[in-house]
């Protein structure tokens, strides 16, 4: 990710989806919001339906009545168009903080949450980003990065959040057992 060497990545998992799907799997999850960003060259190296992390979390906004909301993840995640036209798909109107606030949500995954250091500090910065997103019109924050969870919980904000990791799997196990 750092070293932007996205074709490789994607080249590494369309192999690791290659072997699931020789082993049996009848359905692929890429259990990271960011590396969605090659979701397209994984799914176009096996048959079998790639789950996507972003349609399985625009369905719970759906539910929830939402149009708009906020996406915290990343740098990729936030600025690129990836995960924000995926969702934009499905109708919902989708907001990202300013550079500032991106840099600060950025740095909080990379330097600590990735690293186990949960840090009060922190959480009030994402509650304060989160307020942000609430003033410009966000109706729900998407959590989109696994390691936000460990941070932000729903207490933290006064919209919804929608935890990308835990709706994906729910969505995965949902589709895995429908006949």
Known sequence: QVSGEWERGGELLAEAAKSAESAGAEILLLCTNTMHKVADQVQAAVSVPLL?????????????????VG??????????????????????????PPADDRAAVH?????????????????????????????????????????????????????????????HVEAAVDRALAP
């Open 52 to 68: 996507h992390l972003a349609d399985a979390t625009a369905a719970a906004v759906r539910r929830a009545g939402l149009a708009t």
């Open 71 to 96: 996406l915290l993840g990343t740098a990729f995640t936030m600025e690129e168009d990836f995960s924000r036209d995926r969702l934009a798909g499905h109708g919902l109107r989708v907001l990202v």
């Open 107 to 167: 740095r909080i995954i990379y330097d600590e949450l990735c690293l186990g250091d949960l840090k009060e500090t922190s959480r009030q910065v994402y509650r304060d980003v989160i307020s942000r997103l609430q003033r410009e019109g966000a109706e729900g924050v998407v959590l989109g990065c696994t390691e936000i969870e460990l941070l932000v919980a729903p207490e933290d904000s006064s919209v919804p959040l929608f935890a990308t990791t835990r709706l």
